[in-house]
């Protein structure tokens, strides 16, 4: 056969499989009923939905609470579609099959500009790239806490899953009335009859269970008497009176806890090591030698009856550390490299529009800019950890994570057992924020329980070993390009970014099988810069991805953390070059973009754009989209004994559809002290390998006394749902920022913001 | 060495430096209280030490034996709340979660030695560090629960 005969039969055999395979309805996410824990008296409709025997409603939940809010937001979808109070709405968790795989956040990594799915439909290309990746990962299955993305995920599904058990149990009904079904009413999980007949779903469940109803819609929306509607959260009680369990409170009879001290060199190992003075001390029972897993540094733990006395063993060990073979990272020359291929190399494209080149040759001034972030560290209040059992061939986990299916790859790879033999217990996040997507604990924590004899342990980090030790926010630098014809307009918009990309290294350590030879372009290093919703007529965006050897992670709002800084703050200095108010400035250039206009209008709005402030006090603004969801802020800031103090923020959200209004608010006014720590403080250094900040007096976060008022506005919408996790973190730094120039009239291009 | 915690007496064995954060969580399971940062810079691991608020991280345990140690745990329960508590839900304050055993074992300590504090008396006191920004809901819900308390007292002296 001819080379190229062979080829084409091969392409052609492919072709067919992808299209014969492609032309099959995506997977199903309903679910069998089997895929639920099996407990005495609950009766499974499907795979998310049980009913206890006196009408609980149990739901499978996959996704993690780490503090979203989310826990009690799903549950409302279900709690809506079944009739019942929230209260009688259940958790259990959810198991590890591709139902529960979270395709949203898959296709929230898709470069498309925002703008092509402002419309009633989407673009073709939009449709067709959804089409496929959503395919791809109702496949994968992957199950994560993420991208902002639990209610964008599963607002279908549950909802779906949910009407069709309820259509299913009032069938049951009506057979066993030997009544019409429409003439069931449900009210507070009690199915009655006219005829005086009623149940609750507990009594039908048996009858409901195996069926299958007629097709069912979810209730519309002019019927939901949950959705929409402020409820307060399922999860605060526990957590006043601290009986909620995160991972660190998990007891087990027999239980160890075992300390961590790796290499300070960032991927760097022990050369040498004296146990003997450690093991002397009281409690201590052991010293395990850590190897690097999932990407991070290798180290030893110390295994002792409580965490203190394993923290004073970890520290009596003599150690000699030796640096990476690859070279001890240094923040300072990463910086000078990341100028250099700013400069000299293309990067690719992410985005383009009209024809810059020429609006460029034409121009009649040009205003240029160079933008800087640091690294920066995720610091949740509760530090990583992981307790492991290992006994007879089998592995248990409780574990605050993300990614329980990666905890359990991690867990059954270092253990050498089969996946199936790995149970994890997700407990309540301590805070996640973009950390706990990695398991590099969960390794450490099973290698340790290996040599601990089928006893379990908990293994935790130090504030310091946590601090120094994260998987940074990478540092970015941005180089904005504006054309100004003789009028003054602004023709057009040139952005060059470089800096390391996230994925692909969270790809290599997390899921090596998708991981390829090369890096693919990663919108995470772009977002907030190629997505702009401003009408500039010629626009180009590109990205220099580097790799600069310091382990890179997701942090909350992951690119547009910083994107969002350059890009709002450079419209503010296009604005100010251009003569022109920041808010008419953005308004103008937004015509072709509704939404966002009247977002950013209503915060100017509430916060009193253009009205006298008190001596002293100036306002910035900021227009940002992440995660599908718009976000205005305006920041109300002054200067006095040489800090910066933010005294209000009016916040202003389209995140589409709420489905709990009291969660939106907290997550706005969460975002934005998250974003203004990172905006004030936020900086980590690395020296010779070695992280410089290391617990919380040299790496701070904003204070009480510190936190400005954030008041929230959501905009009414029918539109499918948005993300509300992380939107409010991107738009506080360049808000904050904008101010800061109104009040001194020095633009500051780097953060942290300095007073 | 004898310990008073919650109203009840433990005999401990720990080593004296232990600091009490971790006999408390490692050795009597008393998990409420947090661990944070090692430093007393966070105030995860505030407890009450004869009624005053202390940050347990950084408090060896033979320092505190003997004296009345008040964890999160006895601050009140589910069914009967302590006003702070009751204020903590009515503000829907906590999301993590983490940090606000002891931001309210800060706040009643507060509340303990003022009735009525202003905003700058709460800017002070109220140091514990918390990540997802629930700050401006505390202080709602610790003025919310010292109006509740004084409520509470004028009726009690009104029914007197």
């Known amino acids: 056969m001819k080379r190229r005969t062979w080829l084409l039969s091969a392409l052609g055999a492919t072709g067919a499989l992808v299209v014969g395979w492609g032309v099959l309805p995506a997977r199903s996410r309903r679910g069998s009923p089997a895929l639920m824990l099996q407990t005495e008296g609950d009766i499974a409709l499907n795979g998310w939905i049980k009913i206890a025997q006196d009408g609980t409603v149990v739901l499978a939940m996959p996704r993690s609470e780490m503090g979203q809010g989310v826990h009690t937001a799903l549950a409302m979808l279900v709690a809506e579609e079944l009739d019942v109070p929230l209260g009688r709405v259940r958790l259990e968790q959810a198991g590890a099959d591709s139902i529960y795989g979270n395709v949203a956040m898959l296709l929230g990594t898709l470069p498309f500009h925002p703008l092509d799915s402002e419309g009633e439909q989407p673009s073709v290309k939009i449709k067709m790239g959804e089409w496929i990746v959503g395919k791809i990962a109702r496949e994968l299955g992957i199950n994560a806490t993420g991208g902002s993305s639990s209610i964008i995920d599963l607002w279908e599904p549950l909802r779906m899953a949910a009407a069709t058990a309820r259509a299913s149990l009032v069938q049951a009904a009506a057979a066993s009335w030997k009544v019409a079904a429409s003439e069931i009413t449900v009210t507070e999980g009690v199915m009655k009859h006219a005829s005086g007949k009623a149940a609750h779903y507990g009594a039908m469940s048996a009858a409901a269970a195996g069926t299958t109803p007629n097709p069912v819609t979810p209730k519309s929306r002019q019927d939901w008497k949950l959705i929409g509607q402020p409820a307060a959260r399922t999860d605060i009680p526990a957590k006043v009176t601290g009986q909620a369990q995160f991972g660190l409170d998990v007891r087990l009879p027999g239980m160890l806890f075992a300390a961590v001290r790796m290499s300070p060199m960032l991927g760097g190992a022990a050369s040498s090591m004296d146990t003997k003075a450690a093991l002397a001390l009281p409690g201590v029972d052991k010293v395990v030698a850590l190897d690097a897993w999932g990407g991070g540094t290798a180290g030893l733990a110390v295994v002792a009856q409580t965490t203190w006395q394993a923290r004073q063993g970890a520290q009596a060990v003599q150690v000699q550390w030796q640096a990476p073979s690859t070279g001890a990272v240094d923040t300072t020359r990463i910086q000078a490299a990341l100028l250099n291929s700013l400069n000299t190399e293309s990067g690719f494209t992410f985005y383009e529009q009209g024809v810059p080149v020429q609006a460029e040759k034409a121009a009649a001034s040009r205003i240029d800019a160079l933008y800087h972030a640091p690294y920066l560290a995720h610091a949740t209040m509760e530090p990583m950890n992981c307790t492991a059992q290992v006994k007879d061939g089998r592995v248990e986990i409780w574990v605050p994570t993300q990614v329980p299916q990666m905890v359990r790859a991690m867990a059954a790879k270092v253990a050498g057992v089969k996946e199936d033999q790995v149970t994890v217990h997700v407990t309540l996040l301590g805070g996640g924020f973009g950390r706990r997507l990695d398991v590099d604990f969960v390794g450490q924590a099973v290698q340790v329980a290996m040599a601990c004899a089928g006893a379990p342990v908990q293994l935790s980090w130090s504030r310091e070993e946590d601090m120094t030790h994260d998987f940074y926010r990478p540092m970015h630098l941005a180089k904005f390009q504006a054309s100004l014809d003789a009028q003054g307009e602004v023709t057009s918009l040139r952005i060059k970014s470089a800096g390391d990309a996230i994925s692909p290294r969270w790809m290599a350590r997390a899921v090596p099988l998708l991981s390829g030879p090369i890096d693919m372009p990663d919108k995470t290093t772009s977002e907030g810069l190629f997505d702009l919703p401003y009408g500039f007529v010629s626009q180009h965006m590109s990205h220099v991805a580097t790799q600069s050897g310091v382990p890179v992670g997701f942090w909350r709002s992951v690119g547009h953390s910083h994107n969002a800084f350059f890009s709002e703050s450079f419209m503010d200095e296009l604005a100010v070059a251009t003569k022109q108010d920041p808010l008419a400035f953005r308004l103008g250039l937004l015509k072709e973009a509704p939404r966002y206009a009247a977002v950013l209008q209503k915060a100017a709005d509430l916060a009193g754009w253009g009205k006298a402030l008190p001596a002293g006090h100036a306002h910035g603004i900021a227009l940002h989209q992440s995660f599908g969801s718009i976000v205005a802020q305006v920041a109300e800031v002054s200067l006095s004994d040489g800090h910066i103090r933010v005294h209000r923020v009016v916040c202003v959200i389209d995140c589409g559809t709420v489905v709990n209004p009291a969660t939106v608010a907290q997550q706005m006014e969460s975002g934005v002290i998250f974003g203004l720590s990172a905006a004030l403080f936020g900086q980590i250094d690395i020296v010779g390998g070695v992280v410089q900040q290391s617990n919380f007096p040299n790496y701070p976060m904003v204070t009480l006394a510190q936190a400005p008022v954030v008041q929230t506005h959501i905009m009414a919408s029918t539109r499918a749902p948005g993300g509300v996790g992380e939107p409010a973190v991107p738009p506080i730094a360049p808000a904050v920022a904008n101010a800061l120039f109104t009040l001194t009239g020095k633009r500051q291009r780097a953060l942290p913001l300095k007073a | ?160």
Not at chain 2, 7 to 18: E, I, R, T, V
Not at chain 2, 32 to 49: N, P, Q, R, W
Not at chain 2, 105 to 122: C, F, G, N, W, Y
Not at chain 2, 140 to 145: G, K, L, N, Q, W
Request: hydrophobic share 40%; glycine share 8%.
């Open chain 2, 1 to 160: 060495m004898q310990l008073n915690i919650n109203g009840q007496s433990h005999n401990s064995s720990a080593d004296a430096n232990m600091p009490l954060l971790w006999v408390l969580r490692d050795e009597l399971n008393l998990t409420g209280t947090k661990y944070g940062c090692g430093v007393a810079a966070c105030g995860a691991c505030t407890v009450h030490v004869d009624g005053q608020a202390v940050r347990s991280c950084v408090v060896p345990v033979s320092a505190v034996a003997g004296q009345q140690i008040t964890t999160i745990e006895s601050l009140g329960s589910a069914e009967q709340p302590h006003p702070l508590q009751a204020a903590w839900i009515a503000e829907q304050v906590p999301q993590c979660g983490y940090c606000q055993s002891g931001m309210l074992m800060a706040a009643a300590d507060l509340l303990a030695r003022k009735s009525h504090p202003s905003d700058a008396e709460i800017d002070a006191a109220m140091t514990n560090l918390c990540r997802c920004g629930t700050y401006q809901r505390v202080r709602a819900a610790i003025h919310r629960a010292a109006a509740s308390i004084q409520h509470t007292a004028m009726k009690q002296g009104g029914a007197a």
